[in-house]
């Protein structure tokens, strides 16, 4: 009840930012609508399949497992409460409610900070209204939605409990790291924080209360995943689907890393080069400020602290993951879970150094801090005015943007369904389009390179066509010029947009082209 009591308190400024947060995400999906990627294909079917047939299917009616099953449960719980209809409709209100809810909580935590400061939680707040990374996050049916505001919501119950060590708190932020993991893989990150904390935690002593503490945290937190996992396991053999060996070393990662780092900055404009120094130097500074805070036991357990905890443990577990196992190459989107506490890791000192600064130096790190605050608010504007270039007159990019919705490819192939009713295959670099876009319910994605089993099975077919979309073109995929020289082609239709390819054996029968 006094948790209930503290989060109704107060927090009216960040109320006010809460607004113009679920407000900018009208505005932005006002055109076309929420945005849709493949990855939304996916949980938007799967909510529906949830909601109809009570099956964790996606499109093509086949299990899902390479994302766990949380955020589509979420949206079909969405459906149940609203009757039914389509997450799409209520998409923008869905995805603004929590935005606004992120931004309000982040504005209750800087209020709980162990330095307080009115004018850094109004400058940090409108960083996060108008930052580029969220505003791409909040205007998407993407997981990372629902992630982040559990992540927030860990670091309050991990407040709560450090300083109560009550059993409650403990259930509290075991459930919490339980549903992140089954939200996002990554959510095991989670809790290996909570798990980190619990370690580094001096004021409950080494006893049997502590270890049966860590015990009890660790069997209910990595219940949720267990459960998936064997899931998983039971209909496919496989825990998380089947995941290629990681190509990329871990130099490039830490590059790829800093490089996000720099679009988040303004001071950068697209220059990498500095990049891997770039993701040092956050690296290096959130990390020392932890350090010291342990070491010197200054308020290790305030809001804060827990903060950038949370980035140490989920950058590296990021850095590790993507340097050994298949990974897209990491971007905004991907590290999106580490915005706030990189933002606040990397600013919570300049309070307090001013704060300690003599009267004759005081004026000047005022100085200093407004031009930077000023310059970074420039930087997301100019970033906010590219974006709406391209959104108010084409709609968030995806398959709900203009060029997907008059793709004169989509068209031949609602109109043409007949030509597709063939007993071998039908391939496309953009399946998740041709079921949400076209209602091609029959369709498999282009084999990637690394599987050549799944290249031979292609093949072996004496009949298959491929739909290829320019917008969608995907380096791991085998591509159209491999295909053309190890299957005859008998006919090509070109678009404007793309390509629709007839294959066949010269012994198998003539494909049947339906009377028009």
């Given at each position: 009840?006094?948790?209930?009591?503290?989060?109704?308190?107060?927090?009216?400024?960040?109320?006010?930012?809460?607004?113009?947060?679920?407000?900018?995400?009208?505005?932005?999906?006002?055109?076309?609508?929420?945005?849709?990627?493949?990855?939304?294909?996916?949980?938007?079917?799967?909510?529906?399949?949830?909601?109809?047939?009570?099956?964790?299917?996606?499109?093509?009616?086949?299990?899902?497992?390479?994302?766990?099953?949380?955020?589509?449960?979420?949206?079909?719980?969405?459906?149940?409460?609203?009757?039914?209809?389509?997450?799409?409709?209520?998409?923008?209100?869905?995805?603004?409610?929590?935005?606004?809810?992120?931004?309000?909580?982040?504005?209750?935590?800087?209020?709980?900070?162990?330095?307080?400061?009115?004018?850094?939680?109004?400058?940090?707040?409108?960083?996060?209204?108008?930052?580029?990374?969220?505003?791409?996050?909040?205007?998407?049916?993407?997981s990372e939605t629902l992630f982040l505001l559990l992540s927030v919501f860990f670091i309050i119950g991990c407040h709560r409990y450090f300083h109560t060590h009550s059993?409650?708190?403990?259930?509290?932020?075991?459930?919490?790291?339980?549903?992140?993991?089954?939200?996002?893989?990554?959510?095991?990150?989670?809790?290996?924080?909570?798990?980190?904390?619990?370690?580094?935690?001096?004021?409950?002593?080494?006893?049997?209360?502590?270890?049966?503490?860590?015990?009890?945290?660790?069997?209910?937190?990595?219940?949720?995943?267990?459960?998936?996992?064997?899931?998983?396991?039971?209909?496919?053999?496989?825990?998380?689907?089947?995941?290629?060996?990681?190509?990329?070393?871990?130099?490039?990662?830490?590059?790829?890393?800093?490089?996000?780092?720099?679009?988040?900055?303004?001071?950068?404009?697209?220059?990498?080069?500095?990049?891997?120094?770039?993701?040092?130097?956050?690296?290096?500074?959130?990390?020392?400020?932890?350090?010291?805070?342990?070491?010197?036991?200054?308020?290790?357990?305030?809001?804060?602290?827990?903060?950038?905890?949370?980035?140490?443990?989920?950058?590296?577990?990021?850095?590790?993951?993507?340097?050994?196992?298949?990974?897209?190459?990491?971007?905004?989107?991907?590290?999106?879970?580490?915005?706030?506490?990189?933002?606040?890791?990397?600013?919570?000192?300049?309070?307090?150094?001013?704060?300690?600064?003599?009267?004759?130096?005081?004026?000047?790190?005022?100085?200093?801090?407004?031009?930077?605050?000023?310059?970074?608010?420039?930087?997301?504007?100019?970033?906010?005015?590219?974006?709406?270039?391209?959104?108010?007159?084409?709609?968030?990019?995806?398959?709900?943007?203009?060029?997907?919705?008059?793709?004169?490819?989509?068209?031949?192939?609602?109109?043409?369904?007949?030509?597709?009713?063939?007993?071998?295959?039908?391939?496309?670099?953009?399946?998740?389009?041709?079921?949400?876009?076209?209602?091609?319910?029959?369709?498999?994605?282009?084999?990637?390179?690394?599987?050549?089993?799944?290249?031979?099975?292609?093949?072996?077919?004496?009949?298959?066509?491929?739909?290829?979309?320019?917008?969608?073109?995907?380096?791991?995929?085998?591509?159209?010029?491999?295909?053309?020289?190890?299957?005859?082609?008998?006919?090509?239709?070109?678009?404007?947009?793309?390509?629709?390819?007839?294959?066949?054996?010269?012994?198998?029968?003539?494909?049947?082209?339906?009377?028009?």
């Amino acid at each position: 009840m006094m948790l209930q009591h503290k989060l109704r308190s107060g927090n009216y400024d960040a109320l006010l930012a809460a607004i113009a947060g679920f407000i900018i995400i009208q505005l932005l999906c006002s055109y076309g609508g929420i945005g849709v990627s493949p990855d939304s294909v996916v949980y938007l079917s799967t909510a529906q399949n949830i909601h109809d047939h009570a099956l964790i299917n996606d499109f093509t009616n086949q299990p899902v497992m390479d994302f766990p099953a949380f955020y589509p449960i979420f949206l079909s719980g969405i459906l149940f409460l609203t009757g039914g209809g389509s997450v799409l409709s209520y998409g923008p209100i869905l995805d603004g409610l929590l935005f606004g809810l992120l931004i309000w909580l982040c504005g209750w935590m800087m209020d709980r900070f162990s330095v307080v400061s009115r004018w850094y939680k109004w400058t940090i707040l409108i960083f996060i209204v108008l930052s580029p990374c969220l505003l791409e996050i909040y205007t998407m049916i993407w997981s990372e939605t629902l992630f982040l505001l559990l992540s927030v919501f860990f670091i309050i119950g991990c407040h709560r409990y450090f300083h109560t060590h009550s059993t409650r708190s403990l259930l509290l932020i075991g459930v919490l790291a339980g549903l992140a993991c089954v939200t996002r893989y990554a959510g095991v990150a989670v809790v290996a924080m909570g798990g980190f904390l619990m370690l580094c935690d001096g004021r409950l002593r080494w006893s049997w209360r502590k270890i049966g503490h860590m015990a009890l945290y660790g069997v209910v937190s990595i219940s949720f995943l267990a459960l998936n996992l064997y899931r998983n396991y039971k209909l496919t053999h496989t825990l998380t689907g089947y995941r290629e060996k990681g190509l990329t070393p871990f130099l490039t990662n830490l590059h790829d890393f800093g490089s996000v780092f720099c679009d988040w900055l303004p001071f950068f404009n697209e220059r990498y080069d500095s990049a891997v120094f770039v993701a040092l130097v956050f690296l290096v500074l959130i990390t020392g400020i932890f350090v010291y805070r342990l070491v010197r036991r200054v308020d290790f357990f305030s809001y804060d602290t827990i903060a950038i905890t949370f980035f140490i443990v989920y950058g590296g577990f990021i850095l590790y993951t993507s340097t050994v196992s298949r990974f897209q190459q990491l971007d905004s989107r991907l590290l999106s879970p580490l915005f706030l506490p990189w933002l606040w890791g990397g600013t919570i000192w300049i309070p307090a150094a001013i704060r300690r600064a003599g009267p004759r130096w005081k004026p000047a790190g005022l100085g200093l801090a407004a031009v930077a605050g000023v310059c970074f608010l420039l930087g997301e504007i100019k970033a906010w005015r590219e974006n709406w270039e391209g959104i108010h007159y084409a709609g968030i990019p995806g398959y709900t943007e203009t060029q997907w919705l008059k793709s004169q490819t989509l068209d031949y192939v609602r109109t043409h369904k007949d030509r597709f009713q063939l007993p071998g295959n039908v391939y496309s670099n953009a399946s998740e389009g041709l079921w949400f876009l076209a209602g091609m319910m029959k369709s498999d994605l282009m084999p990637h390179k690394e599987f050549p089993e799944d290249i031979a099975y292609m093949f072996r077919s004496k009949y298959f066509v491929v739909i290829w979309f320019n917008d969608a073109d995907n380096s791991d995929l085998i591509d159209m010029d491999y295909i053309k020289a190890n299957k005859p082609l008998v006919e090509e239709l070109d678009f404007n947009d793309g390509a629709i390819y007839f294959f066949k054996d010269s012994t198998a029968a003539p494909i049947p082209v339906p009377s028009h």
